[in-house]
Each structure stands twice: as C-alpha cells, then as structure tokens.
C-alpha cells in the first residue's frame, strides 16, 4: 500500500507517496497504475536484498536513486586533538538558535535532486525545516560547531538513553572547517553528555562521509535501496 507522506507532500506542495512493501510490485499492472495515479511522486525503499527484480522495477515506473548505507558507532574510544580543541561545540539549549537554508552549504549527494524541477534553493528548505523540527524536538542534542566564533555546521540529533541517533550534519557556506573536524568534535560532545553508541545512515554516494564515519570505526549494516516513480 502506498502512504502519503505528509512531510514531502508539504514541501513539494503536491501528493507525495511513500512504499515499503516488495509486494506490492506482484500486484497486476492495472492495479498499480490506479494507486499511483494519485501521487505526484512516490519513493520505495527496500533492503537490496529484498527489493523486486530491476525489470519489475522498469516495468512499473520506477527508477534508482540511491542507497542508504547504516551503521553503529561506539563514542567512549573518540579522544580530542589539538586541532579540535580550537572548536566551540555549543548545543540549542545552552545557547537557542535556528538554522536558516540560506547558510547552509549545498547539498550533493541528495536523492531528492532525482526529482524534475529540484533546486538548491527548494532543497535547502527542507533542510531547514527538518533541522529546526530537531532541534525544537531535542535542543540538548543539537549543536552548532564555531570555528573563531564563525557558525562552520550544525549536527543534529535525538538522545534516546546512551544512544544518539545521528540525523543530520551540515557544513555552513563558507565555512573553513573540514567535515571530518565537524563530525568529530560533534561525536565528541554526545560522548560527554553520556552517550556511548552513536547510529544513522547516508546515501552510498557520499563518499566523504563514509572515510570518515570509517576512520572513527563505524560498522556498517546492509544497504537499502531507494527508487522513485514520478508522474508524467
């Protein structure tokens, strides 16, 4: 069954659909077309090894955007470096601020660039409204990293027992920080509020992203795929 997603529906100001189910794809050709008449654009994710043959996928109208690779993280062995100690790290309830997509660095490895008429500006407010959703749901577990009192990223997360999920880092436009200094310093502060496993996922594209969750010992889990359908 397909579902609306009610957050890209907002966003994108049109029926947005989201599909879990590799079963749906044996429904016959006539049955799919009817639930998908109603969507604008629908997105299925599946683990790779579950998802529907390719020519399945074709046949209906569905095409690879990208997959998502999960992993763990431990916190407790992270240790600081000079080089880090020149960061503030300073977290939405000590200090309150909002993210404005017109600060943030642009946006590469997105699977939602896939979609015809996306924009940077239109996927900056995304962002933006996502970043902001988390921090006003978790404050203490939002950061903004400053480099000589200059915003360089945020990173964003949820604190659930010693558990942090890891939702969302960004680099500011401009900023002279390297990502592997902002996620480091960041990890470094969940582990001082107590966390000692850190978990999140990211697209298989990024590959800046996957060197440094790397060389921080990070254990990857298998990849979930994601295709599109997008009305004609």
């Known amino acids: 069954m397909i579902e609306t997603n009610k957050y890209n529906s907002a966003w994108l100001g049109l029926n947005a659909g989201?599909?879990?189910?590799?079963?749906?794809?044996?429904?016959s050709a006539s049955e799919r077309d009817t639930e998908l008449a109603g969507f604008g654009f629908v997105e299925f994710k599946a683990r790779m090894s579950e998802a529907p043959a390719a020519t399945l996928l074709h046949e209906s109208g569905f095409f690879w955007v990208d997959a998502i690779i999960g992993f763990r993280i431990g916190l407790s062995h992270l240790t600081s470096t000079p080089s880090l100690e020149r960061y503030d790290c300073v977290s939405a309830q000590a200090e309150t601020f909002h993210v404005?997509?017109?600060?943030?660095?642009?946006?590469?490895?997105?699977?939602f660039l896939s979609l015809p008429g996306m924009t940077s500006?239109?996927?900056?407010?995304?962002?933006?409204?996502?970043?902001?959703?988390?921090?006003?749901?978790?404050?203490?577990?939002?950061?903004?990293?400053?480099?000589?009192?200059?915003?360089?990223?945020?990173?964003?997360?949820?604190?659930?027992?010693?558990?942090?999920?890891?939702?969302?880092?960004?680099?500011a436009?401009?900023?002279?920080?390297?990502?592997?200094?902002?996620?480091h310093k960041a990890?470094?502060?969940?582990?001082?509020?107590?966390c000692s496993m850190g978990k999140a996922a990211f697209s298989v594209k990024n590959t800046p992203v996957l060197n440094i969750?790397?060389?921080?010992?990070?254990?990857?889990?298998?990849?979930?795929?994601v295709w599109m359908w997008v009305s004609k």
Not at 100 to 109: I, R, T
Not at 213 to 225: D, N, R, W
Request: proline fraction near 3%; glycine fraction near 12%.
């Open 18 to 27: 989201t599909l879990a189910d590799p079963g749906w794809f044996l429904k």
């Open 121 to 171: 500006e239109l996927l900056a407010k995304r962002y933006e409204s996502w970043a902001n959703q988390l921090i006003q749901e978790d404050p203490s577990s939002c950061f903004r990293v400053l480099l000589g009192g200059k915003t360089q990223g945020w990173f964003l997360g949820k604190k659930r027992g010693t558990t942090v999920e890891l939702t969302l880092a960004m680099l």
């Open 213 to 225: 969750y790397s060389s921080m010992g990070a254990h990857f889990t298998q990849p979930e795929g």
């Open 100 to 111: 404005d997509g017109n600060e943030m660095m642009d946006f590469q490895n997105e699977r």
């Open 187 to 194: 990890l470094l502060a969940y582990s001082n509020m107590g």
């Open 173 to 183: 436009k401009g900023a002279s920080a390297s990502g592997a200094h902002l996620y």
